[in-house]
């Protein structure tokens, strides 16, 4: 060997001695049981930091080095390690226009009906009409965050949290207004001004479990549906897609378990399969419709389709007391979700016949009054069909919703409002 190629060899070799950095991955950790100090105490043998224990499901929030994963995979108490993956809004290419104000030309009677032809396609005019409104219904969204001083939104506006931040402060700040405008199609106020909502005087949690680039994990996600479920939501929407998750699945299951209705948007797949969370059978899966009530050229094929909805032109509420148009099936989740808060409100009764009143019957009042399209009953386009506001029984109930243990709800509340 060269002299100095030797001697620069072994500079090399003393000044930089070789070091070896053990990567960190974000994980959650399933157990097969309610996880508590045992299973902590697990993860910090193994080199670990606990980030966030879940009660609504068996698991934990965890940093693991990558040894420590081959480690707890082979531990009997785990059922599953599942590395981080990422959830996203559904987004489209939409049209950027905001408008700051509306004159006073446009402030007259319908005007806000006029600016939603969607929410008036479905019917929820007359039933607004018929005095059913959604009042006190909780409908928590699970996306980007709400603007909630917006002037369509404030007084419907109630709470909620943000789960990217860890603070109860969960402010839409997301690039193109996403969690409002959904907002904005469920319970925009009837107020003379901008957009009305399927469900006018809704009550609405911001959920924030997505950032302001709309990326999330399944471990934000179900952070929000425990939250949900905690708080008492009726109704629960996701208009997000992301990749298969065990721990998503479990959540959902669980949250459909204890009484929320869980509302999800199928995915802007082009005829592809529809995305997840909304292919789990605890969900709601919604696909997106045009004007004509035609498939959205966005939207899946799918048999998990269960419902169908506007997807395309849809104006609705947007950051700093704005309003924009936005395409896809997340516009279609959320005239789901405000129907069904419309539903829940006039009372649903024991549609199933079971002998209780639950969201399984509320689930099942939107598939008997949408509207078939396609093919003559369920179909992978259109599933039941449009959902429809119009035709919603006037049923007088009220059953108190009963609290079975400290995560679960067997009934769901309901009142029928004149």
Known sequence: ?????????????????????????????????????????????????????????????????GQAMIELRGNPLVAYVEEKKVVTTIELTYTPLVLESFTAELIADDTEYQATWSVQHIGSKEAHDRGITSREVKVAVIDTGIDYNHEDLNANYRGGYDFIYNDADPMDDSWNSHGTHIAGIIGAEANGIGVVGVAP?????????????????????????QWAVDNGMDIVNLSISGPDSPVLQEACDAAYEAGVLIVAAAGNTFSGAATFPDAYDSVIAVTGTDLMDQRGFFAPIDPKVELAAPGLSIWSTSQYNGYTELHGTSQSAAHVTGTAALVLSAGVGDANNDGRVDNRDLRQRLQTTAVDLGEPGRDEQYGYGLVSAAVIPPISINLIREQADSRKWLHLRMRHIT
């Open 1 to 65: 060997m060269n002299p100095i190629c030797s001697i620069v060899a072994l500079f090399i070799c003393f000044a930089f001695p070789t070091t070896t950095f053990a990567a960190e991955y974000s994980v959650i950790v399933g157990f097969h049981q309610q996880p508590g100090q045992p299973e902590q105490d697990l993860i910090q043998g193994v080199g670990g930091t606990v980030d966030r224990v879940y009660c609504l499901i068996p698991a934990i929030a965890a940093k693991l080095p």
């Open 201 to 225: 005087e809704v009550s609405l949690y911001a959920v924030k479990s997505l950032d302001g680039g709309g990326f999330g994990t399944p471990g934000t996600i179900v952070a929000g549906i």
